[in-house]
């Protein structure tokens, strides 16, 4: 049989196979009307080391960036987003040290969210780091953005909040990848 | 953005937070906090 994805009608599937898949959906959240944050609980565990969160069909009630923070913890999230114009031109670096949240972590406006974002160790007992894309559709600016939680709690969920405003709607997923 | 515009766009017994799939309604606290936040943010939008 052919490495996965390229399956055959009416095939079964050995264990090595099923455990060579590298990305498994571990928990949907679906974000309800004028919410001020999303907490997702239990999404983080020995399972898996690294995670990708992906928020989309949502909106927000104020364009802005979305915001991120780790279990209860509001301190020593430092990030660092270089963006860019659509239209070219140098790039800009905007910085964020031993704040309350990872910034920049998403995008949102009355028309639509735009958030990526993945994150590595944040169940182990080491720094957790992330990264994420910042894509905006009405400032028509979009980078990257990378950077550490410099602590070493072991979180199990993260809670997503818009700057000002609410959220409405969507889906939040996030999957886990194979260690 | 004043505090009181801000109070008037979003009043407290219509803004939740939300934990998986229970929603709640802010506390008095937790609500001028998120207030404050949210006015001073929308005044000083980043990129």
């Known amino acids: 049989m052919a490495t996965p994805p390229d399956f055959s009608s009416g095939a079964v599937l050995t264990a090595a196979q099923m455990n060579a898949v590298g990305l498994w959906l571990v928990k949907t959240q679906t974000v309800g009307t004028a919410v001020a944050s999303v ?13 990708k969160i992906v928020y989309s069909n949502g909106v927000t009630s104020a364009t ?33 040290a031993a704040a309350a949240n ?9 028309g639509a969210v735009s958030m990526n974002f993945e994150l590595y160790q944040p169940f182990l007992t080491k720094n957790t780091f992330m990264s994420s894309t910042h894509i905006q559709f009405a ?13 070493t709690t072991s979180y199990t969920g993260f809670t997503i909040t818009p700057a000002s405003g609410t959220m409405t709607g969507g889906t939040i997923r996030v999957y886990g990848y194979r260690n | 953005m004043t ?17 998986d799939d229970t929603e709640r309604l802010m506390t008095d606290e937790e609500y001028e906090a998120w207030v404050a936040e949210g006015v001073y943010n929308s005044n000083h939008p980043l990129p």
């Not at chain 1, 907490?39 to 995670?51: H, K, L, P, Q, R």
């Not at chain 1, 990872?102 to 009355?110: I, K, R, V």
């Not at chain 1, 400032?139 to 602590?151: D, E, I, K, R």
């Open chain 1, 102 to 110: 990872w910034n920049f972590m998403g995008y949102g406006s009355t």
């Open chain 1, 64 to 96: 802005g960036e979305l915001r991120v923070i780790l279990g209860a913890t509001t301190a020593g999230y430092s990030n660092a987003l270089v963006y860019g114009a659509y239209a070219g031109g140098a790039a800009t670096v905007v910085g964020n």
């Open chain 1, 39 to 51: 907490a997702v609980t239990g999404a983080f565990s020995t399972d898996y080391d690294n995670y």
């Open chain 1, 139 to 151: 400032g028509l600016v979009a980078g990257t953005n990378n950077g550490v939680l410099a602590n």
């Open chain 2, 3 to 19: 505090i009181d515009e801000y109070k008037a766009l979003y009043p407290q017994d219509a803004v939740y937070i939300q934990v």
